[in-house]
């Protein structure tokens, strides 16, 4: 009646060295470490830089527990762990002087890091820490100011471009179109066209304000923006790289980030329990848009270096195909770009995929339908600086889709595609303010928020023993099961737990006790009624079931309406809340049985059971 089967019993052996796997890498700690990644999408870290690093750091006589390579997919990294904090700081200065030829262009980041001392067999098991949130642990904070000037000249430009198809679509003749700041001016040889310029104008382009001048050349059209479009344009492109970041932070993988809007061009980013600083920094803080541009064949291949770079064009020196002149005005740039993917060329070599959106293809068919044979080069701007990726003839018109060829490794092409897909920036943005943040909260009350859900357990186990004698004992010990698969879970689940976690864990204890009162109260009334300690056992568990079932997945509902449709804190209580509530039923109802069925169920001639005293009304 109250036994079970062997598989039983090693389905709760397993899963309680399941539970004592993931729950020990919490209480191993941390020691303090410096990371190098690459500073450049075109720059990549391998097992050859773990030499690097380790022959500088052997140079200057700091001492390094160990450096070692870890392949993390896209994005490579080198990390070294030292004995204290004295070292980490020094090897950072020493890393950065070694790696870095030109500090004002590095092409290395070297960072602080802490890193988990968990033994490498449990972390080979993904057996790791659970992060801790930014009011219990602090993590990385960005404070980034949006370019507004470079936002304004974007616009004005996309204006002057958009106003000269405009008047050619509508064959109205005009002496030339200039911008001089943010202006856009269009010269006219007479008054009836610049008034036939005004009703195109303002028909198809509503944003402008337009006023009429002239000067010694002839009449003139000055084209502005209007105040209200100016804001408008300005508060779209900082929702826009707050849109983008948000996209690559979930390439980091990071748990409850905070992405928001302060004053009206800054934007606080704040990522929960990161120590990378340096790669939440090299993909955050990339300013990496792609544009498509045509190659100034003013310029003979080979010169551009020594002749003079015509108006309207610029030299770049850095890249593949570099140096070269290209036109200033790009055919499209990375707005136009709806996906990106690492593929291979018809020679097998590894490349980019881009697909264009509608505007972009019918731009790009446009700009390269007469310029067969032509050169085109595609250029990557990081941090205000551009590499060109690849020069190439144009061998036929190109569409919504093409390549960007001659990647250097799969790895490169992964790694760009990743960039790209995240979308590009709808302005360049500056770190103004990086830090690693601190508890917000103290390490008091860190502390006393743990020792209050410590106290609370023990009080908790001393009343159930005492109340309930050897079923009391039962109980405790499915409730330590219980914490100990929560924290398990939240581990392999490398989630974030922040104070309403801890909260959540609070009201799990409460929970998953209440189920163990069900359970020994019912057995109670069983025993009451007559039946025999093996009959009032068996039916206890399975009357109470029902009971504990019902109350349970209520409340389950209620944390899965919090985690669908909460933010922050109140997601971070949720994903706690629901996995207590599954923890907490498997412990109360299948640990606190099997503990139960081991002890008393191969008695056959039970005569009690030690649950307390059963009050039984008198005769």
Not at 108 to 115: D, E, G, K, T
Not at 329 to 348: H, K, L
Not at 468 to 473: P, R
């Amino acid at each position: 009646m109250n036994r079970y089967p062997v598989w039983k019993y090693f389905l709760i052996v397993l899963v309680l060295v399941f539970g004592a796997l993931y729950t020990i890498p919490n209480f191993f700690g941390e020691s303090p470490a410096v990371q190098i990644t690459s500073a450049k999408a075109t720059i990549k870290l391998g097992p050859e830089t773990v030499s690097l690093a380790t022959q500088a750091l052997d140079k200057a006589g700091v001492r390094v527990e160990n450096v070692f390579y870890e392949n993390l997919g896209n994005n490579g990294t080198v990390r070294a762990r030292f004995s204290s904090t004295d070292l980490q700081f020094k090897a950072k200065t020493v890393l950065e002087q070694a790696l870095n030829r030109d500090p004002s262009d590095p092409n290395y980041l070297v960072a602080f890091n802490l890193l988990p001392n968990t033994p490498a067999w449990l972390q080979s098991l993904h057996a790791l820490p659970m992060y801790l949130g930014l009011d219990l642990r602090g993590g990385v904070h960005f404070l980034m100011q949006v370019d507004t000037k470079a936002v304004l000249a974007k616009r004005v430009q996309g204006i002057q471009t958009g106003v000269r198809a405009l008047l050619v679509e509508k064959r109205i003749r005009f002496a030339g179109i200039s911008r001089e700041g943010d202006v856009v001016e269009i010269r006219m040889r007479d008054e009836e066209t610049r008034q036939a310029t005004r009703a195109v104008l303002n028909s198809q382009i509503a944003d402008l304000t337009l006023v009429d001048a002239a000067d010694a050349e002839g009449l003139k059209l000055r084209a502005t923006l209007s105040p209200q479009a100016l804001k408008r344009t300005l508060e779209e492109a900082v929702q826009q790289n707050i849109s983008t970041l948000s996209k690559r932070v979930n390439e980091l993988g990071v748990a409850e980030p905070v992405i928001q809007q302060q004053g009206s061009d800054r934007i606080v980013v704040q990522l929960p329990g990161v120590q990378d600083v340096s790669r939440a920094k090299d993909i955050i803080g990339r300013t990496a848009t792609l544009e498509v541009r045509m190659v100034d064949d003013s310029v003979r291949r080979g010169t551009e270096e020594t002749s003079a770079i015509p108006i309207g064009s610029e030299l770049f020196k850095v890249g593949k195909g570099a140096p070269v002149v290209m036109f200033k005005e790009p055919v499209i740039t990375g707005d136009y770009i709806s996906n990106a993917g690492a593929s291979f060329d018809q020679n097998q070599q590894p490349s980019v995929s881009l697909d264009l959106n509608g505007d972009g293809g019918r731009k790009m068919r446009e700009a390269t339908r007469s310029k067969i044979g032509k050169l085109m080069a595609i250029v990557l701007f990081e941090k205000g600086k551009g590499e060109v990726l690849t020069v190439a003839t144009i061998r036929d018109e190109l569409g919504s889709r093409f390549q960007i060829t001659g990647m250097e490794s799969p790895a490169a092409a992964t790694d760009l595609a990743l960039l790209l897909r995240a979308g590009s920036l709808a302005a360049p943005m500056e770190i103004i303010e990086e830090r690693t943040i601190g508890p917000q909260l103290g390490a008091e009350n860190i502390g006393k928020g743990f020792n209050s859900t410590l106290y609370g357990f023990a009080a908790i186990a001393a009343f159930m023993m005492m109340y309930y004698m050897l079923f009391g004992a039962f109980s405790v010990f499915a409730l330590a099961v219980n914490v100990m698969l929560l924290i398990a879970s939240l581990s392999l689940l490398q989630a974030t737990l922040t104070l309403p976690g801890i909260a959540a864990i609070a009201l799990t204890l409460g929970m998953a006790i209440d189920a163990n009162v069900l359970i020994n109260e019912r057995i109670r009334e069983e025993l009451r009624n007559g039946n025999s300690p093996q009959a009032a056992i068996a039916a206890g568990f399975e009357r109470a079931w029902a009971t504990i079932l019902d109350s349970n997945v209520t409340t389950l509902i209620a944390g899965l309406a919090l985690l669908i449709f909460g933010s922050g804190p109140i997601r971070g209580f949720a994903v706690v809340h629901c996995l207590g509530i599954l923890t907490s039923m498997f412990s109360a109802v299948v640990v606190a049985r099997g503990l139960a069925n081991l002890w008393y169920g191969r008695r056959k001639k039970l005569t009690s059971v030690s649950i307390g005293q059963v009050w039984k009304p008198d005769a």
